[in-house]
């Protein structure tokens, strides 16, 4: 979903991109190279870190793949960004 459509995504997908971001500058890496591992397009990257667009499962699960990190490690860091 689109941000400001206010059902509450914009918020979810902007805490999502913060943790996002913060994993891949942990890492060391550029987007370019975060979305080369994950097999996506670098310009989608840089939407879901700005909170403008939000991620499959299957592309969760690719992104968490190329950070080295779980998934669930991820989620439950945008959760405790949430509350």
Not at 7 to 16: P, S
């Given at each position: 979903m689109a941000p400001g459509n206010g059902?509450?995504?914009?918020?979810?997908?902007?805490?999502?991109g913060r943790v996002?971001?913060?994993?891949r500058e942990t890492c060391g890496i550029s987007q370019e190279d975060l979305a080369l591992s994950a097999n996506v397009d670098r310009s989608f990257v840089s939407q879901m870190e700005r909170g403008i667009r939000q991620p499959t499962l299957t592309t969760l699960v690719k992104l968490c793949k190329a950070l080295g990190v779980a998934p669930s490690t991820i989620?439950?860091?945008?959760?405790?960004?949430?509350d």
């Open positions: 059902n509450g995504n914009d918020h979810i997908a902007t805490a999502f996002l971001r913060e994993q989620i439950g860091r945008m959760e405790r960004q949430l």
